[in-house]
């Protein structure tokens, strides 16, 4: 992938497979994922009992009304990329909360000594056959939620459910089996401090780039992805290539880089928590001002929305890789070759619809003059591509995942467009799969590779100690 | 006790007792349970707010679902308007408010509430059908049957006593106020509370959302 | 005793013509819903019957019924009729009192039994010595004279349902012929008063065919009582217009307007008033100007006030829903705290465990 951006710079000679190769490569690693999975560890009574009990400690007054609220008016089929990719009846979004539904009838509601009459008591079974539902076939994108009359948010209950599934052991076995790496190791995929030096050197060395590794003070303090350091050394470079171009103080710390969050992708809160935790204490230690997220969907939400955390009392903004790349931009900072041929954009449900960076990338677009064309349905109305929330990992979603990615094939074919542009490695892998998968004839490119490719050489001499540390 | 006076008397007042106690029961029995705190950083800081407008943004699907939404909307529109009117507008209706609440208003002409009765009762068919024709977009239980059933018959019953079809005119009456004093105490306990519902549970997301800036 | 006079004989002395009595007897029949050529034939039986004997029972009354049938602005055919027929025992109309009243009363009895009607208004005190007649309770006195009687007629909305002395509270624990005497066949012609013509109608019938006349669930001659007024009612287009008088002297009273607002009862009564109408034919309650209030309906007293409108819900004020209102917020409220302690509960286990 992105061959154009390796011909804008012939000096070098690329370090790193392309993103095509990447997918390939990780395709594999996940393969393993399953039988890395772990077993499990409790009595189904127990499993059974902490469930229940994970929804009655998650459920407040939003979610009681949500689940009150629904009217089966079945709009929400309309939106969901699933239903609309399978018409088959249990991937209506609404069903996604009959358990959970069910659970709070019997446990939490006003009448809940009637519901415990007339309803059936909730089984473990129950909550293995939810599992397709809460999470094969839900993204968490929340666009079920734009057409809802009552506007509920069938993507929070999800998540909820999905906290009871972690309690239940219930969560798919790549999920689970990364939860537990994360939880046990503090690493995905091994991304482990030692890989990141790893791959710090190997920008260093190969591309020559230099990455501010672990530097005591900085402004900006940005972080990496499992994604860019076992794979895609791309990513990573290209990032570093900014931070330097735009001589920001920014600094890599090995004690707080990773954005992959499996805690919030399998639902568990306590691991989503401990997972953020370090990374906010490294960022206030080194004095940062801005937190930069890579580009990394969930991280968004793992981080800039993570309700748990009171992030207006910290000393320092998180911004997701894009909105970082399109304040820059929008202050003029930021100065791209253009960028030649239509392009449409595509809106992580993560950052988008759920996180509310939508100009900023479009900043980036504009600042590189690309001839943007929205698709019919963009920004809150976006489609999800079908692989976020972790679903892009689950070879049970395969299907779910293929075929609701034609509907995203459809929207980008509709605009004209040559190349897509996204900006969350989830979203991206996705892609890649459907577009080889499909024989697609578009492009897509990383929204952070893309800026790095684009950068205006002859500018950045005269730019700040950064890139003459890194020369 | 003939129908009428059990439908006029006891029945109609043990539903509106039902519902009223029904209401308050399940609203506060939901609405005082705990509130979860979204604590981080707000997108702006006063951008919260703006999520009220979702409780009125939301009355008409946005024009990216248009197409798919139409005959579900529409239908369901004509239907709580001319169901509405025809609760607050016809004479009887109105003199039935009046005893309870003392309040009275000038009420439509006869034909025109024969008419949006009429009007309703066919949207009601309308939406059944499509709910029976489209089984996988609707997911229907059988409260869903159950409502329906529960809010036909008041309009089924009014609009034949009205015309003075079917059974006699106090028989008809009274079965149109039990099916009413059924719809009453119905209400509280099933999806019939959408009727409160839609206003926090629009609200909520709308904050939800516009607290990471984003319009829903 | 001069012979038995007939019918025919009795009118032609008093003056009635032919065709006055053959128009009597077509109007009683069309009303009654028998076929038109029946009129000759029931004009000669009716000529040619005999007085039948009429014992006429008064208990718990106020003496309207009769009145109504007595008090008609000018001789009619219908009382006339009335004159016919031998009664032989009526507390306000007889001669005899009394010792001799009573007696007059057991030979009549003696004389016609199993052929003689008993009428009846008037409801029944079930409790003792509320209304007692020649040293006998009403009660006593009906099952003794209904015990040979060939058939009850009850006249009047009292002896039919229990009328107004059966209205709330119902101090005498008043009660209806019907649910005294239950092995007579029994005519009910209610009215606060009924109508004359309904009452002669019915013993008419009786004279001419030998039968009672059919009748609906309330033991009503669904001749006289089959129809609503509300549907006979010459206001019903200013109903369907949605015109309605809003008290008795606005513009609506006087335009005439629909009287539904200001209590009228019409749409759950049944009687001939809006067709037949009262006075030869000469008005009924609305059209004098007051809604109607039901009077032939069982019950009409406790049916809502006769000013409250059909339609008001009839419990009273809504203080019961505000009360309801409390105790649902109060449940609701404890609900909500307890599934609250349930969730802290569970919050402080699972720290426990950890």
């Known amino acids: 992938m992105s061959t154009a951006a390796t011909q804008a710079n012939p000096s070098q000679t690329p370090v790193f497979p392309s993103f095509a190769e990447v997918y390939q490569g990780l395709a594999g690693q996940i393969g393993m994922l399953r039988e890395m999975a772990p077993a499990p560890t409790k009595s189904d009574e127990q499993r059974l009992k902490g469930a229940v009990d994970t929804l009655i400690e998650e459920t407040n007054a939003d979610e009681a009304v949500w689940l009150e609220s629904c009217i089966h008016c079945g709009q929400c089929t309309n939106a969901c990329h699933y239903f609309q990719a399978t018409g088959e009846a249990k991937y209506a979004p609404m069903r996604k909360m009959d358990l959970y539904r069910r659970v709070y009838q019997r446990e939490i509601s006003p009448m809940r000594w009637w519901h415990r009459l007339v309803s059936k008591p909730v089984k473990l079974s129950d909550f293995e056959e939810a599992s397709e539902l809460i999470y094969d076939s839900c993204s968490e994108c929340g666009r079920c939620t734009m057409v809802c009359p009552m506007g509920i948010d069938t993507a929070s209950l999800v998540h909820h459910m999905r906290s009871a599934m972690v309690a239940a052991e219930l969560v798919p076995p790549e999920l689970a089996a990364l939860r537990m790496e994360q939880k046990n190791m503090g690493t995905v995929f091994g991304s482990s401090p030692d890989a990141l030096k790893k791959m710090v050197d190997t920008i260093r060395e190969q591309a020559g780039v230099e990455i501010p590794l672990d530097k005591d003070k900085a402004d900006v303090m940005v972080l990496s992805s499992a994604v860019d350091l076992v794979a895609n050394g791309n990513g990573l470079l290209a990032t570093a290539k900014i931070m330097n171009h735009l001589g920001v103080d920014w600094t890599i710390r090995s004690d707080g880089f990773e954005s992959a969050n499996f805690g919030l992708l399998s639902g568990d809160m306590s691991l989503w928590k401990h997972q953020v935790d370090p990374i906010i204490e490294a960022a206030q230690k080194v004095g940062a001002k801005t937190l930069v997220i890579a580009e990394c969907g969930h991280a968004y939400p793992a981080l800039r929305w993570n309700p748990m955390l009171s992030s207006g009392e910290l000393p320092f903004e998180m911004m997701y890789m894009s909105e970082f790349l399109g304040k820059q931009a929008k202050a003029g900072k930021l100065r791209l070759t253009p960028f030649d041929g239509k392009v449409t954009f595509h809106d992580p449900c993560k950052t988008g619809r759920r996180g509310g960076a939508f100009d900023e990338p479009r900043a980036v677009l504009a600042a590189m003059d690309a001839d943007l064309v929205e698709m019919p349905a963009n920004k809150e109305y976006n489609w999800c591509c079908g692989g976020g929330a972790g679903i892009f990992l689950l070879e049970d979603a395969t299907r779910l995942r293929d075929e609701s990615f034609k509907i995203k094939i459809r929207e980008v074919n509709d605009t004209g467009a040559e190349s897509v542009v996204v900006s969350c490695a989830s979203c991206r892998l996705n892609f890649e799969s459907g577009r080889q998968k499909n024989n697609w004839d578009k492009q897509v490119h990383s929204l952070v590779e893309l800026v790095a490719d684009h950068l205006i050489d002859d500018e950045t001499a005269t730019k700040g100690q950064a890139r003459g540390a890194a020369a | ?216 | 005793m001069p012979s038995e006079p007939t019918l025919g004989g009795l009118l032609h002395s008093q003056g009635v013509s032919r065709r006055a009595f053959l128009k009597f007897c077509s109007t009683t029949a069309s009303l009654m819903a028998l076929p038109a050529g029946i009129a000759p034939a029931m004009a000669e039986a009716l000529a040619s019957a005999r007085r039948p004997s009429v014992i006429w029972l008064s208990f718990q009354e106020c003496t309207g019924c009769t009145e109504a049938l007595t008090r008609s602005h000018a001789p009619t055919i219908e009382n006339l009729l009335f004159n016919f027929v031998s009664l032989d025992y009526h507390h306000t109309l007889q001669a005899a009192a009394g010792d001799a009243a009573e007696r007059a009363l057991e030979e009549a009895m003696h004389a016609n039994k199993g052929k003689y009607l008993v009428l009846v208004d008037g409801s029944i005190p079930l409790m003792e010595y509320c209304s007692t007649v020649a040293g006998h309770s009403n009660k006593e006195s009906l099952e003794h004279v209904c015990a040979d009687a060939a058939a009850v007629i009850n006249i009047g909305t009292c002896s039919a349902y229990g009328g107004i002395p059966m209205a709330k509270p119902n101090p005498t624990n008043a009660v209806a012929t019907g649910d005294i005497i239950k092995d007579k066949p029994i005519v009910n012609v209610p009215g606060c008063p009924p109508m004359p013509l309904a009452i002669t109608g019915v013993i008419a019938q009786y004279l001419t065919m030998g039968k009672l006349p059919e009748l609906d669930h309330l033991g009503r001659p669904v001749a006289f009582f089959g129809e609503n007024i509300h549907d006979r009612c010459y206001r019903r287009p200013f109903y369907d217009r949605g015109e309605f008088a809003e008290t008795f002297d606005d513009e609506g009273a006087r335009k005439g307007w629909c009287l539904y607002k200001l209590g009228c009862k019409a749409p759950i009564a049944y009687n001939a008033c809006a067709h037949v109408k009262w006075n030869n034919g000469v008005s009924f309650p609305i059209q004098s100007g007051h809604g109607c209030i039901g009077c032939s309906e069982p019950r009409f007293w406790d049916m809502g006030g006769v000013y409250d409108s059909v339609a008001k819900g009839n419990f009273g004020d809504g203080a019961k829903l505000g009360a309801a209102a409390i105790a649902g917020a109060a449940a609701g409220a404890s609900a909500a705290y307890l599934a609250r302690r349930k969730k802290t509960e569970i919050a402080e286990g699972a720290h426990g465990d950890e």
């Open chain 2, 1 to 216: 006790m003939s129908l009428l006076e059990f439908a006029r008397g006891p029945a109609i007042h043990a539903a509106l007792i039902i519902m009223v106690a029904g209401f308050a029961l399940r609203l506060l029995g939901v609405l005082v349970l705990t509130r979860g705190a979204d604590m981080s950083r707000p997108r702006d800081a006063f951008g919260n707010f703006k999520g009220y407008r979702t409780v009125f943004s939301r009355a008409w699907p946005a024009g990216e679902f248009t197409t798919t939404t139409r005959y579900q909307t529409v239908v369901a529109y004509v239907f709580h308007i001319a169901l509405l009117l025809v609760i607050v507008g016809i004479v009887p209706h109105i003199e039935f408010i009046q005893s309870l609440t003392g309040l009275s208003w000038p009420a439509m002409p006869n034909f025109l509430g024969v008419a949006l009765g009429t009007i309703a009762l066919a949207s009601l068919f309308a939406l059944i059908f499509r709910r029976l024709a489209k089984p996988a977009i609707y997911n229907s239980t059988v409260g869903d049957y159950v409502a329906w059933v529960v809010v036909a018959l008041p309009l089924l019953t009014g609009l034949m006593a009205f015309a003075h079809v079917g059974l006699r005119y106090e028989t008809m009456l009274a079965l149109h106020i039990l099916s009413s004093a059924l719809l009453f105490a119905y209400m509280p306990f099933s999806k019939l509370m959408h009727a409160f519902w839609f206003i926090f549970s629009r609200a909520q997301s709308g904050l939800a959302y516009a607290h990471k800036g984003v319009r829903i």
